[in-house]
Every structure is written in structure tokens, then in C-alpha cells.
């Protein structure tokens, strides 16, 4: 079967694909959550091997990166960094997609059981942008699938209180990848089960070991509404560890993302050694970007000497963390995501300021598709998904 | 000694640092060589038993079980003085029939359901449960067999288990410092077996090497006990060889912030009342009591604390670092000065004291320990010194290199 450019497709392995141009195949793997590219030249023969027509892959690479969880154990996995497999085929210059989008990220409600004191998206929650319907949902997600992400990630808010969570969920099920992000406080057993049967990822948002720590950072709000609640501590880092450790249990996709602050870059090597104990072996760090006319700047931001540091040391210390894939985004650009609002507005980072802009102000909903990496940077949106500013490669 | 038999435990099985380290290395950081501690030792002979009152983790015990050289060590941390049974020789069979037994019970282990948790104290209640029922079933084993010596089965129980205990506390601790710890954390239970196997694996390793190497049939004695209180009857020394505390303002009563809290929860009543927060070098000021005695150096040492602080800082240096000091060396004083009472008339001892830095200027450690001496009557001299490179300073401590990194290491030399 041969498969077209730029349209995603799922392969009989469960894998999702999309081929690109001018970079080579886009995977997207529902049993890690993560994204890699393969070399143009290895192309054809990942494809038969993802479709079970030849059963064995010659390129170790792109087997232990992309044969996890259907060809492998999770354990024996191996994901080289940046996200380029290199098999056959080399590339001199890693080049990035330039049309359609790697990953949007779908913001499908506003409402949030927590006030993380980061938040970037404070300006499209708590009922300042109006609640989609279930026609919305289905609006928003088919003008989405109209840019053929290789993946949706669904988040918000809370995007496990939405009430439209499964209409969403069913519409885009094997059109793209779909990872949600969560705080966990809201993944009791029949979310969990709907994530499972539709082969969602998991990505539980914890920002430190240390309870304190985190829940002063992602504090539970106290106008929150507790209907389905899976956990009732009053930590979120409880809650999320118990719905991590549930999630396990499920054999759900999980990764953990964390937001590394001023108060928490300390503890990451120690907190990394826990999520690997625990069996996590996909974490993405995000050292904190914030415009500095944010009121927690000061208090946040990680200088620039600690995230040096840091990064030295995470180096030294993913060592002992075999088979983890470890990303460290440090985005001093904030142009490198496509956001859709809760009423479908498609919408980038400002990069100078506070806010987001609009990727088409004449057509706010369905922007055209030049427009979209007008407004976000391409090379900055394919570091955040394939590469990491830690590894040695800058983009081409 | 042979070295090829030692067990690495990697980070991972999160055994806490202090005991990774004490399990790979023959002798704690603070301590003099092996070769300079021979030496001392041996201007000793015929003095013994050799008597340490601040014995730390024991490496005097270690030095003398080597030589056959019988030794009275006394510490007043309980984690250290539990850490000091494993080395003593004379308890090395028992400890490793204890460690076969439970390796090979390993089936019926407590089990946990949960994979992890989160709690802001030390220990939840199920990990409390793992390494309750860990330690019963040890000192049922050694009831059984109708063992009977001056320790209590349950300490012995616990000197193994304590070292452990700190694998399922939900504590936080620094990549590099071992004495920066934080109350509250996540504690894994996932394979909380097989991080078990292998401290029991390494420590057994550990005890085989030391009832190798040691000379049977001396005696031993390892004393849980405040040096500034103990008190002997009829028993006078006639050498001692011992080494202050560490004078580097970190807090090592907290860095064994779970083991103390474990043994708190144990309740067993002769370690009890030593598991408070007094004891010399402590961080915790509670008092100053520099006016208590009078000592020049020490006196001099603290005006240049006050004078050199800028004026904004001056109510912290004052309540902090001077009330530190002045707290250290008085605690050091009453220590001394109770020990110099059990001394015999023909006693000879050594201090090994080291002077770090505080602000660019040497912190006297050594001298002030002399002019203390004198005070009780004795001959104190300082008889070496040599210059010193803070062990850690190339690689952890950044801040600390140059002359904060430079240390002086003293020998002191005490008789009648």
C-alpha cells in the first residue's frame, strides 16, 4: 500500500505515520508518546515491518525506538536524542517540517481543579472563553484533523472534566495520535478505561518529589467542583502519584512532564531516579518560560547559570536511566505550538508578551495553512517534539 | 585487605548515601588514614583498653579489631552507634546468621499492594509496618536460638534494618550532600525486595571481610552514651584516641533525619533517650553558653566573627554563626572535661582535630582543644600539622575551592 504525503495514517502495528517531504516519516508511537523521524531512505522497509510484511527490521535504531510495546518490552527500549533515526540513510543537516504541524494542542476546556502559579493559559481559562458543545467538539476537532497532525495532545484546564471528553476522543481515534495531559486529580476507573480503549497516552503533569513543593506550585484551587474526583487527598502530588501508579496497573501509556522552576531544578536528578523506579520511561522537563511582566518572574524563573548547570547534570545522571527518554525544553521562544482555544480559535504563544495571538486574524477558526508557521516557528516546533536544546544538534 | 569481593549498590536502589558510602569504603571521610591511625596506635601499646568517647562510625574499632588491640568506643548517635555494632567483630557471626536467615525466608517478606506513595512525613504506616515486621521476625530468630549477650535482640534487629529503613521513607535527598535531607517525598515500594537483597548481599560482604581481618577473643565494648555525661565506676583509662566532631555547619543529626525517626517509632527503651537533638556540633542552638568558660581563643575567634560581619547581617551572625560556634565549643569542653576525670595518672591520649575556614580565617579547632586540656590540668601539644585539601571540594563544593577549600590537620598530643 502505498502512502500518500502529509496525511497520517495508522499502520497494522498501531503505529501512526505521516511522510513528509522534506524530512522523511513521522511516527508517532501510542505506546511510548513519543515522535520520531526516519531517514527517508528507511522509509519503506519501517512501513512493511509497522504493517508485519517483513518481520524483522535490520536497523537496531529505529527497532528499539519504535518496536516498544508491540515488538519489544518497555523496558529493552532505546530512544536515541535528538528524535532522528538514522538507519540506512544519514543526514547531513536534520531538516524539520515546514507545512503542516507536528502536534496541536487542543485546550478543550477551561475549567481547572488547579491555579499552577505558571500557567500560561490562564487567559483562555475559568469561563473567559466560552464552553464548547458537543457540535463544537466536533467542529473544532474535524477542522483540526484538517491540518493532518500527526498527533493531538488535549489539554487545558483539566481536559478530564469536559464533558464532551469522550465525543472528542471517539472523533479523533485513529485519525492522530492523541495524548492528554493531566493533573490526575479527575482519572478514576472509567476514565481510565476510556482512555485504554481508545489508546490515549497519558502525560501526568508533577513538578517535584517533594509534596510541599509541588503543591505549592500547582496548588488545588478552592472554587473547584468535585464531581468524579478519583482521589481525595489534598495534595496534588498524592493525586497524582496514586493515579500514576493506577494508570500502571492498566497498562496505560504514561510520561510525566514537569515544569522546572527556580524552587524545584534542585530536586529534578533525585526525581528522576523515582519516575525511573516507577517504571516512567518517557519525561519531558520543561524549564519555566514566563514573559517577565509575570507577577511570579522573579520568584520562578530559573537563571540562567542554574539551567546550565542543571542541564550538566541531568546529563551525568541519565546515565543510571536506561531506556528513558529524557527531553529538556528550555524554550526562551514561546512561538513553538499551535494552540485551539475551547471555542476553536487557533492560537500561538506571544513571544514578547503575555497572551496569545490569533494564526489568522481574518479567519480565526480554520486559518489557511501558509499562515500557520507564519506565526509559529517551525524549527522551534519541531526541537519541542523531536529534538532537545540539551543534545548537541541546533537544526540544520 | 581484599576489595574485589565488594558490592557497588547503585543510586537506584536508593539505600541512603551515608551507608552506600560506609558499605564501599572502609573508613568515613572525616577520619585520618589508616596509615597515620597505625601510628598513633602503636605509641599506645600496653595502654589499653584504647578508649574513643566520640567514636562517630568506629573507625578506632576498626583500627584496633585489626590489631587485636581490645577498645572502649562511646557515641551518643543512635544511627552511628548501630553502624558501630556492625563493625564490631565480636557480633560479626551473629549478624551474618541473621542476614542468611532472612535471605533465605525472602518468600515470606512483607508484601505491599501499592507501588507508591506520598506522605509529608518521614513514613507511612505501611512501610512502618514492612520494617517493624522485619525486625520481629529477626529477634524472634535470635530468642529462638536462645542467644543471650548484654544487647537486647531487638537492637541487634535494628542495627541491621536501620541502614535500610531509609529505602521506604518518603524522604528527599541532594544528588551530592548526604547531610541535606527533606521530611516528605514519594517512597517506592515497587521492588523494594530486591534493593533489600542487595543491601543484605553488600552488607554480608561487608561483615565477612570484617570477621576476616580481625583478630578474635579481644573485647570490644561500644557504648551508646553522651561523653559529656557517662560515667564509669572504678574504671580509669590510660589512653585515648579519638577526634572531635566535624565542624562544617551541616547538620549531621538531621542527615539520619529517617533512621532517628525509625528508632523513635521502635520504642525501645534504652536508645530512647538518645535519639534528641543535643549533642555536640549540633545546629540546633539552644543556648550560649560561651561565657561559661573561659577560653582566649575561642574568645578571639568569635569577636572576628562579630567585627567581620557587614552591619546588615549582623543579628544573623550573631545568632547563628557565633551561638553555633560557641555552642561547639563548650559542648566540647563538658565533653572533655568529664572524660579527663576517668583518666589514669599515666594515661597518654591524641586528638585528631581538623581547622576548617569561616570567612578567610582559620576556625581553631585544634587550639582551642590544647588550651581546654590545660585548663583540666593536662600537657597538651600540638605535635603535627599538615595542610589538607577538603575532600569534596574539587567535585561537589564550587564555592569552596581556594582557600575555604584548604583544611589544617592537626595531631594533638595530651598526658599528665
Known sequence: MKYLPNVVYTTKSGLFVR??????????????????????????????????????????????????????????????????????????????????????????????????????????????????????????????????????????????????????IKWLYKRAGIIIDTSGLYLNEEKRELLKKYQVAVRFSIDSPIPKCNDSLRCLSKKRINPGEANNSNSSLKNAIQSLCSSFDENLTVSVQTVATRKTINDLPFFGD????????????????????????????????????????????????????????????????????????????????????????????QPDIHKIFQSVSPKNHAMRYLDSPGSRWRGG | MNTNNKITLSKLTFLRKPYRVLLENELSCAVPSEKCGNHIVEQLEGRYPILDPMAGYGSLL????????????????????????????????????????????????????????????????????????????????????????????????????????????????????????????????????????????????????????????????VILGDCRKIRFKNVRFHSFFTSPSYLDRLDHYKMFGPEIAFCNALGIREIKPFLSTDYIGSTLVRRTSIERFSSKVVSNFLEYIRSSCPNKSRKNYNKIYCSYYANYFYSLFEAYKNISQFLHSDFVGFIIAQNNHFRNTEVPVAQAIVEMWKSFGFRGRIIDRKEIFYFEALNLRIRARGIKAKQLGFIIKVTR
Not at chain 1, 130 to 143: G, H, T, W
Not at chain 1, 284 to 300: F, T
Not at chain 1, 312 to 323: E, F, I, M
Not at chain 2, 167 to 176: A, I, K, Q
Open chain 1, 19 to 168: 511522510q513528509d517531504k522534506n524530512v522523511g516519516l513521522l511516527v508517532y508511537s501510542q505506546y511510548t508518546g513519543l515522535i520520531f523521524v526516519v531517514h527517508p531512505e528507511d522509509t519503506d522497509n519501517t512501513i512493511s515491518w509497522m504493517n508485519f510484511e517483513n518481520r524483522l527490521i535490520s536497523r537496531s535504531t529505529i527497532h528499539n525506538a519504535l518496536g516498544v510495546g508491540w515488538d519489544k518490552k518497555v523496558k529493552e527500549g532505546a530512544f536515541p536524542m535528538p528524535h532522528y533515526l538514522e538507519g540506512q540513510g544519514k543526514w547531513d543537516s536534520r531538516p524539520w517540517p515546514k507545512r503542516f504541524p507536528i502536534v496541536i494542542n487542543w485546550l478543550l476546556t477551561g475549567n481547572c481543579p488547579l491555579a499552577c502559579r505558571y500557567c500560561d493559559a490562564e487567559d483562555l481559562m475559568r469561563q473567559k472563553r466560552p464552553e464548547p458543545n458537543v457540535e463544537d467538539i466536533k467542529l473544532i476537532a474535524s477542522r483540526i484533523l484538517l491540518y493532518n497532525p500527526l498527533v493531538v495532545v488535549l489539554s487545558g484546564g483539566e481536559p478530564l472534566i469536559s464533558p464532551h471528553l469522550e465525543e472528542c
Open chain 1, 274 to 365: 523515582r519516575l525511573f523506579s516507577l517504571g516512567i520511561r518517557s519525561w519531558r522537563i520543561h524549564l519555566v518560560s514566563l514573559p517577565k511582566d509575570n507577577i511570579n518572574y522573579e520568584r520562578l524563573f530559573v537563571p540562567m547559570k542554574s539551567r546550565k548547570n542543571i542541564l550538566s547534570k541531568l546529563n551525568r545522571t541519565k546515565k543510571r536511566w536506561k531506556g528513558m527518554d529524557l527531553q529538556i525544553l528550555d524554550d526562551m521562544n514561546r512561538n513553538y505550538a499551535v494552540l485551539v482555544s475551547p471555542d476553536g480559535e487557533f492560537l500561538a504563544e506571544s513571544n514578547v508578551g503575555k497572551g496569545k495571538i490569533l494564526l489568522d486574524s481574518d479567519n480565526p477558526f
Open chain 2, 62 to 221: 576498626s583500627l584496633c579489631s585489626k590489631r587485636g588491640i581490645p577498645s572502649v568506643s562511646i557515641e551518643t548517635n543512635v544511627p552511628r552507634y548501630l553502624w558501630q555494632l556492625i563493625k564490631n567483630p565480636n557480633l560479626s557471626q551473629i549478624f551474618i546468621r541473621i542476614i542468611d536467615r532472612l535471605l533465605d525466608e525472602e518468600n515470606s517478606w512483607p508484601k505491599v499492594r501499592r507501588r507508591a506513595d506520598v506522605s509529608n512525613s518521614w513514613f507511612l504506616i505501611e512501610a512502618l509496618d514492612i520494617v517493624r515486621r522485619l525486625i520481629k521476625s529477626i529477634s524472634l530468630s535470635l530468642i529462638e536460638r536462645d542467644v543471650s549477650f548484654e544487647i537486647k535482640p531487638e537492637i541487634i534487629a535494628a542495627a541491621v534494618i536501620v541502614p535500610f529503613c531509609g529505602r521506604l521513607s518518603c524522604c528527599t535527598e541532594s544528588e551530592n550532600n548526604p547531610a541535606w535531607i527533606k521530611k516528605g517525598g514519594i517512597v517506592v515500594y515497587m521492588d523494594w525486595e530486591s534493593d533489600f537483597k542487595k543491601y543484605l548481599n553488600a552488607l554480608k560482604v561487608h561483615l565477612v571481610e570484617i570477621a576476616d581481618r580481625s583478630i578474635r577473643g579481644v573485647e570490644h565494648k
